[in-house]
């Protein structure tokens, strides 16, 4: 079994001996060649339109189709249509409406849960042919088809123009989820959500009379079609249309220079994991590490903080693990990085007693690239085909209480559940940059929190799914007792992340909260997002079990 977590960032001990050898790993540049595209039209020119595609059971992909990256959930449809183009999206879509098929979309396959592949879907259009990312100077903007994946588009934008998107770790996932729930990396807290620079989308739509069709929205305050932009940043993927292409251009950029209209990313970082033996972690000790980094990003969550700079993960894993990591990133070009980093982890590790065990293990100063390519490299599950897994999330406004501390430490040492994949993941990913925006700007409603967390576990064997999926149901259970099961939006929580989807979440049996499941995910922003389902996906095609109901 892999000691792996996925987005759990660092669950084994691999992963810490990577990153303090800091030894760079290169993954394929997937992206094509379209430095030279000067239009929107350019990617068609460069990269031939092919097919489409449509794979039936019976054909040897058809398995490979109809199964994301969570094992869990396999799909049966009638056919995958394998897409290339936005003409291609728009027939797939209208012959499955003509049909009265339901039909899904998959673009990286890294939905956690059942809304891709399950028994309800008939048609599955898989975007995979959708891939470039071109300088469009009709909108001077970036150009990143639904169909790229997070690897290829950093790449390709840094490579080529010397900039990026604030985007996560994963070099897998694609780029349509990623954005459209959000989208959070190691360079959030400094530059924002990847949907803060979000200039426009293109949608496949359908209409009340049936009739699939395109429509571009953007963020320009006189576009008719605003609204579907706003919904795009933050309502989640699945629910008004296909996003067949995104444009990228950061607010307030001017010019023609394509290299000065997006995010730069620094230079260099600072690179530092450390792996803390669970020998050296009773439970007070712990709980005193758990409440030290809520207190850290909750003093460190303004805009202004010039702690900005610096974004971690604390990799909590099964004690079975036998280390929990923190993974350290800090902008290298900024005034006093060493001492920033240094001031960070002397912060979470206080009364802990692991001083020597952190001094043992300095940071690494690597080009920004390199250092985006080691991370993803230094966690196989990002790209290991045969895990299952269950997952759930929660935003925090303030840092975790002792009691709640002291419960993720029971669980994380029961001796009747011994998985080094199932791990808590305090991810310090908001704050910062993220929360100089209005929660009703974009649809993403959770700019007030501090840091956010995911519980995971992952395996391989089907037959221990009852363990694992119970082991993480006592846990996070335990953790929001008091709140009815669940992070409830008050002083302390913020609800949840919906690029985390948690099947769970609209089951009364676990939450209990009274809180209904909308809430946790879009907080007073679900009303508007309800109607603007209403007006470009009046017939509920694209829908899933958590998607946005028609009011």
């Not at 792996?4 to 050898?21: H, I, K, Q």
């Not at 009739?211 to 320009?220: G, H």
């Not at 939006?489 to 676990?510: E, L, V």
Request: charged share 15%; proline share 6%; with cysteine.
């Amino acid at each position: 079994m892999s000691g792996m977590t996925r987005r759990g960032l660092l669950g084994g001990a691999a992963v810490a001996a990577g990153a303090a050898t800091m030894q760079s790993a290169a993954w394929a540049d997937t992206s094509p060649d379209t430095s030279a595209d000067t239009s929107a039209d350019a990617a068609q020119r460069c990269a031939p339109v092919t097919g489409p595609v449509t794979v039936y059971p019976g054909d040897p992909r058809y398995q490979e189709l109809t199964v994301g990256y969570n094992q869990r959930w396999v799909g049966a449809p009638d056919y995958v249509r394998v897409v290339s183009s936005t003409d291609q999206v728009v027939r797939a879509v209208q012959e499955a409406v003509d049909g009265g098929k339901r039909l899904s979309v998959v673009c990286g396959g890294h939905c956690l849960a059942p809304f891709v592949f399950n028994a309800d879907v008939k048609i599955v259009i898989d975007l995979s042919g959708l891939n470039n990312v071109y300088y469009d100077p009709q909108r001077n903007a970036f150009a990143v088809e639904g169909g790229a994946r997070l690897s290829g588009v950093y790449e390709a934008l840094y490579k080529k123009w010397g900039v990026t998107i604030p985007g996560g770790m994963c070099p897998t996932v694609g780029v349509g989820g990623h954005t459209t729930g959000g989208g959070y990396g190691f360079l959030s807290r400094e530059f924002g959500a990847v949907i803060d620079h979000l200039e426009a989308v293109e949608v496949v739509v359908v209409d009340r009379s049936g009739t699939a069709r395109v429509v571009v929205a953007s963020r320009d305050a006189s576009d008719p079609n605003r609204d579907l932009w706003w919904a795009c940043a933050g309502g989640g993927g699945g629910n008004f249309g296909i996003v067949t292409r995104f444009w990228f251009r950061t607010p307030g950029a001017t010019g023609r220079d394509p290299g000065k209209l997006l995010v730069n990313p620094p230079k260099d970082v600072l690179l530092s994991s450390v792996g803390i033996p669970w020998s050296a972690l009773d439970k007070a000790k712990f709980s005193t590490l758990v409440t030290n980094w809520g207190t850290w990003y909750e003093q460190h969550a303004s805009p202004t903080s010039p702690a900005k700079a610096l974004s971690g993960v604390a990799s909590l894993a099964h004690k079975s693990n036998q280390y929990v990591f923190l993974l350290t990133q800090v902008d290298a070009t900024v005034p006093g990085a060493q001492q920033i980093l240094a001031d960070y982890l002397a912060a979470l590790t206080a009364g802990v007693g692991v001083d020597a065990v952190v001094a043992a293990q300095p940071a690494q100063k690597l080009p920004w690239l390199h250092a985006v390519r080691l991370i993803a490299a230094s966690i196989p599950s990002f790209i290991n085909p045969t895990l299952r897994g269950s997952s759930k999330s929660a935003y925090l406004r303030r840092g975790y209480t002792s009691a709640q501390a002291g419960a993720m430490y029971d669980a994380l040492t029961r001796t009747d559940f011994s998985n080094p994949a199932g791990a808590v993941t305090l991810a310090g990913f908001s704050g910062g940059a993220i929360n100089a925006v209005s929660p009703t700007q974009t649809a993403l409603a959770h700019r007030g929190a501090s840091f956010w967390t995911l519980f995971e576990t992952q395996w391989q064997d089907p037959a221990a799914d009852a363990a694992n999926i119970g082991w993480l149901r006592d846990l996070y259970g335990s953790v929001w007792a008091a709140t009815g099961g669940y992070p409830v939006p008050n002083d302390q929580s913020d609800g949840c992340y919906i690029n985390n989807p948690d099947p769970d979440i609209t089951d009364p049996a676990f939450n209990r909260s009274g809180v209904p499941w909308y809430t946790l995910y879009y907080k007073d922003n679900y009303p508007r997002l309800q109607q603007i389902k209403a007006t470009y996906d009046p017939r509920d095609v694209f829908r899933h079990t958590q998607s946005i109901r028609l009011p």
